[in-house]
């Protein structure tokens, strides 16, 4: 499989808090790959420094050579205007033409189901829609790499549903070149249901870093890492 991302001792400090201990651990094409554990472990800090968003502070990542990608944050930023116009100006703002721009726009917000809420007000929307608005924006910029920081949190169970549906639709539609996933959860379920790989993180640092399955098999686990082990069971938090 061709490489993503491969950090080596890569390591995150902000002063003189720790943010990510030193690791090193590689990502390949086609990869959906969860990112679980506590709040304050690190989930959040390893997606942004996989997004460009600050450097490491030591340490050395390489990604691969042309490789596009997309990031939909927890709680999205609307900017006061149009669904369609949230979606028309990032694309414009990547080089689109204005008309060219509305038109993907618009096959985005089909695509997600938001059509009928093209022209409203995108700050006016309900958090289920803004989140499925989040992940137009990013589709619509034809990413080889989505990266979600807990993409259904603080969201009701239907709108959970059809989230987490479109990232299933994403990975499945990928066929042509394969989409690469990347997503932070508290959601043992959902991480079943997408992942095919997953990364505990405690304080920082990577205490297990399994196949799906084996992840969730309850004994390969406990061997493979207690602390992940007692987070599943639910009596480490």
Do not use: C
């Amino acid at each position: 499989m061709n490489l993503v991302w491969q950090l080596e001792q890569v390591q995150v400090r902000f002063g003189r808090r720790v943010a990510l201990a030193p690791l090193t651990l590689q990502i390949h094409a086609g990869e959906s790959v969860a990112l679980v554990g506590a709040n304050g472990s690190g989930k959040s800090t390893l997606l942004r420094l996989l997004h460009g968003v600050f450097l490491p502070s030591a340490g050395v990542i390489t990604t691969g050579v042309g490789i596009a990608q997309a990031m939909v944050f927890q709680h999205p930023f609307m900017l006061r205007t149009s669904a369609l116009n949230n979606v028309a100006l990032a694309l414009w703002l990547r080089g689109h033409r204005w008309r060219q721009a509305k038109n993907l726009a618009a096959l985005a917000l089909a695509r997600v189901g938001l059509q009928a809420q093209s022209v409203q007000s995108a700050r006016t929307l309900s958090g289920g829609q803004q989140q499925k608005l989040a992940l137009a924006r990013a589709w619509a910029q034809g990413p080889q790499v989505l990266l979600l920081d807990e993409p259904t949190a603080s969201l009701d169970p239907h709108a959970k549903r059809e989230v987490e549906q479109l990232m299933g639709d994403f990975m499945a539609d990928a066929r042509a070149e394969p989409l690469t996933m990347v997503f932070a959860s508290h959601n043992l379920g959902q991480v079943k249901r997408l992942a095919t790989r997953v990364i505990y993180l405690e304080q920082g640092r990577v205490l297990a870093d399994l196949p799906v399955d084996e992840f969730f098999d309850v004994d390969v686990l406990r061997a493979a890492s207690p602390a992940a082990h007692l987070f599943v069971k639910g009596e480490r938090i």
